[in-house]
C-alpha cells in the first residue's frame, strides 16, 4: 500500500525558515514527479513547487521563487521543501503529492488531478 507522510510544518515568525519533508512508502517514486501544494482557509489547493526525481528539473509558483527550494533524496525516498524568508501569506496547510507527471510546460505541473498519491497535509503557520 502507498503511503505519503509530509512533517515539519509548525509556527514561526515571519522571515524565519521551515523545512518539509515527504516521504513515501510502499513503492519507488524514483522516476515520478513530486510536489508540493497548500490550502490557505477559504482557499482552493495552490501549486507550489515540484520537482521530476529523474534528471531533477524543478518547477516554482511565482508566489515561492527564490525562497522556496524543493530537492529529493531517492535512496531515502523522500522530498524536502526548504521554505526561507516565510510571510503571513505563506500560512496554510501543505500537501506532497506524486504522481506520473512528464510535461514540457510549468503549467502541467501545477494541476491537481495529475497526481495520483497525496500526503495527509502539514500545518505551516507563519506570524507577522
Known amino acids: 500500500q502507498v503511503q505519503l507522510v509530509d512533517s515539519g510544518g509548525g509556527l514561526v515568525q515571519a522571515g524565519e525558515s521551515l523545512r518539509l519533508s515527504c516521504v513515501a512508502s510502499?513503492?519507488?517514486?524514483?522516476?515520478?514527479?513530486t510536489a508540493w501544494f497548500r490550502q490557505a482557509p477559504g482557499k482552493e489547493r495552490e501549486f507550489v513547487a515540484a520537482?521530476?526525481?529523474?534528471?531533477?528539473?524543478?518547477y516554482y509558483a511565482d508566489s515561492v521563487k527564490g525562497r522556496f527550494t524543493i530537492s529529493g533524496d531517492n535512496a531515502k525516498n523522500t522530498v524536502y521543501l526548504q521554505m526561507n524568508s516565510l510571510k503571513p501569506e505563506d500560512t496554510a496547510v501543505y500537501y506532497c503529492?506524486?504522481?506520473?507527471?512528464?510535461?514540457?510546460?510549468?503549467?502541467?505541473?501545477?494541476?491537481?488531478?495529475?497526481?495520483?498519491?497525496w500526503g495527509q497535509g502539514t500545518q505551516v503557520t507563519v506570524s507577522s
Open positions: 520537482i521530476r526525481r529523474s534528471g531533477g528539473s524543478t
Open positions: 503529492a506524486v504522481g506520473p507527471v512528464y510535461c514540457s510546460y510549468y503549467g502541467c505541473y501545477a494541476r491537481l488531478d495529475k497526481y495520483d498519491y
Open positions: 510502499g513503492r519507488t517514486f524514483s522516476s515520478y514527479t
